[in-house]
């Protein structure tokens, strides 16, 4: 394992620890509304930290293998394509409800819409290639 590996790791096992720590001390300070929000915060938190080290990564490995920007361009180009399929099978309209109680614009609406099936249909392409891998490699024996 080399040395950006091992720092990473590292860093990610303090954080780990030190969100947790934070966790149990509002616990334990009795404050369970405090403790609750700090629980969604903390998951808020480890998106954050989960994005950056993917992206951190990925410009990584882009920079040590160049050929591999082929593959990142076709996975970004296929997100770009669900997105805008989404997007296209949004409603026109909102309906008054929404806009009464949540001020829900259509733009808004539409955007919301197209990313909700852009990870449905990520979700589902992750599940098959999933599977896709676990036979292939009880074949591969």
Do not use: C
């Not at 990925?58 to 361009?73: C, E, Q, R």
């Amino acid at each position: 394992m080399n040395n950006i590996q091992k720092i990473g790791r590292y860093a990610y096992y303090g954080i780990v620890v030190l969100l947790i720590a934070i966790a149990f001390y509002q616990i334990y300070r009795g404050d369970s509304t405090s403790g609750s929000n700090f629980g969604v915060w903390q998951g808020v938190i480890y998106g954050v930290i989960a994005t950056v080290a993917a992206i951190a990564l990925a410009v990584i490995g882009l920079l040590t293998n160049p050929k591999s920007l082929i593959g990142f361009g076709i996975g970004v180009a296929v997100l770009a394509i669900l997105y805008f399929i989404g997007m296209g099978m949004a409603p026109d309209e909102v309906s008054l409800k929404m806009v009464e109680k949540y001020g829900v614009e259509l733009p808004t609406f539409q955007a919301s819409h197209a990313g909700v099936w852009a990870s449905i249909a990520m979700l589902a392409l992750t599940v098959i290639l999933a599977i896709a891998g676990g036979v292939k490699s009880i074949f591969d024996r």
